[in-house]
């Protein structure tokens, strides 16, 4: 496996090669990157602008893989009104031409869903309709991810969703496409299952694996912690993950410092990482 980091683990206002080189410096592989509204690489990006990033990543020795974004939180595929899921689609298409110009394999997707808590006002859609419309943009998607050479990475979140690994394998399976398949968040399912059951049953369904931490008995947004600071059964996480013979890119998803130790946390991770890597 090898080993990498979330550019939404650093502090805000760095750079990208500022997080770059920190990463390589704590002992990672490679940074996913994200696809923003703006900036470095923003929705008005150019290949040029692109070529800049992939340059400073190149010239600090970090690999890019993989583009994430947090857009759609703003922008989901399952409402109602059509403006936004367009806007949706044309986000899932630039982040797959933005990992298309970086030399990245696969890029991370909220496929909508029914609600987000976290986000202020957000709808609520009938699961059936947010199940239709999802598989309905996905399948449309799935040829220029195919054109691109590019996987979409459908990301368990919290959205109330394709809540089990059973639904999120059909789900996969009726968009019949070998470049969509899952992103699968270790941390995201503790709440209400066991990760090492969900990588059991997506097998070779997984595309790329987010690791982070969860404590039970906190509850919410508040019981994300640092890596083995929380209940995740890792070793039960590694086995899963060596029986369907996953050997790709594992990335600490964390959350960034609000102290003066900004580059500590990162440190931190890579180190537990390691352990959890090395799990014989």
Known sequence: MKKAISIWAFPGGWTLRQCFECAKAAGFDGVEVSLDAQGEIGLDSTYEDVMKVKKAADEVGIELFSVATGLYWDYSMTVDDKA???????????????????????????????????VEGAPVVPYDLAYDRALEAIK????????????????????????????????????????????????????????????????????????????????????????????????????????????????????????????QIIYNTALSMDRIINEK
């Not at 996480?237 to 580059?263: F, Q, R, S």
Request: charged share 25%.
């Open 84 to 118: 936004i899921v367009e806007k949706a689609k044309s986000i899932v298409k630039k982040q797959l031409d933005v990992a298309s110009w970086l030399g990245c394999d696969t890029i991370l997707v909220v496929p909508g869903g029914v609600k987000a808590d976290f």
């Open 140 to 263: 449309e998607l799935a040829p220029y991810a195919e054109e691109k050479g590019v996987s979409i990475g459908l990301e368990n979140v919290w959205n109330k969703f394709l809540l089990s690994p059973l639904e999120m394998r059909d789900f996969i399976d009726k968009v019949g496409s070998d470049y969509v398949g899952s992103y699968f968040d270790v941390g995201n399912v503790l709440f209400s299952g066991y990760p090492e059951h969900w990588i059991k049953i997506l097998g070779k369904r997984i595309k790329k694996v987010h690791f982070k931490d969860y404590r039970r008995a906190a509850g919410g947004l508040h019981g994300f912690v640092d890596l083995l600071a929380g209940d995740v059964d890792y070793p039960a996480v590694k086995k899963a993950l060596d029986e369907i013979g996953y050997d790709g890119w594992v990335t600490a998803e964390t959350i960034p410092p609000y102290n003066h130790y900004t580059d």
